[in-house]
């Protein structure tokens, strides 16, 4: 059965960083890309970033760009999320997601993890 | 503002259909695929179709997908107390080089 289990996430100040991490198991992991979404709180849903099954290829929301890192250790079935600088407007829940197929579509996100909650705030 | 357009809410009846449309341009919806989520507050969101028509297993065929041109629908028939949830299109942009999703519509099955 595949699971996704974030974790990482927490009260921050703006301007502070946090990791957040994502713990696979049920599937081979090294096989699929995977991604990040996060829905503030009243809001809708906003992809974060993706990243490509070897980890050669990520991609990121505008709003993230520059601040937020994605990479993943096949080694040990982890997706990560590095968030630096963080802003008020990055406060969401946060989910991990694994994509659809081997081919990767970055957007066919067949399993979710529960989230994990970050709140940016002084 | 989101990238993809959708209603912000539709209603129906239990037991009738509903469709939920998704509105994007040629950087989106035109050139790729699209897929649709079902997020019931507090749980993870589903996928419910991929690949403009396509459903991953599990999700019953009361639920459909199209696309035409720069637009994707939505339908689900049969509706249900328990379908009752906000739904979302997504894509890739080309123009942004990543994924795009649309605001949500919310269903309410009266």
């Known amino acids: 059965e595949v699971h996704l289990l974030e974790s990482g996430g927490g009260l921050v100040q703006p301007g502070g960083s946090l990791r957040l991490s994502c713990a696979a198991s049920g599937f081979t992991f090294s096989n699929y890309a995977m991604g990040w979404v996060r829905q503030a709180p009243g809001k809708g849903l906003e992809w974060v970033s993706s990243i490509s099954a070897s980890g050669g290829a990520t991609y990121y929301a505008d709003s993230v760009k520059g601040r937020f890192t994605i990479s993943r250790d096949n080694s040990k079935n982890t997706l990560y999320l590095q968030m630096s600088s963080l802003r008020a407007e990055d406060t969401a829940l946060y989910y991990c997601?694994?994509?659809?197929?081997?081919?990767?579509?970055?957007?066919?996100?067949?399993?979710w993890g529960q989230g994990t909650l970050v709140t940016v705030s002084s | 503002q989101s990238v993809l357009t959708q209603s912000p809410s539709v209603s129906a009846a239990p037991g009738q259909k509903v469709t939920i449309s998704c509105s994007g341009s040629?950087?989106?919806?035109?050139?790729?695929?699209v897929s649709w989520y079902q997020h019931l507050p507090g749980t993870a969101p589903k996928l419910l179709i991929y690949d403009n028509n396509k459903r991953p297993s599990g999700i019953p065929d009361r639920f459909s997908g199209s696309k035409s041109g720069t637009s994707a629908t939505l339908g689900i028939t049969g509706l249900q107390t328990g379908d009752e949830a906000d739904y979302y299109c997504g894509t890739w942009d080309r123009s942004l080089s990543g994924v795009v999703f649309g605001g949500g519509t919310k269903l309410t099955v009266l």
């Open positions: 997601a694994k994509d659809l197929q081997v081919s990767g579509s970055y957007y066919d996100f067949d399993y």
């Open positions: 040629s950087s989106n919806i035109g050139n790729n695929d």
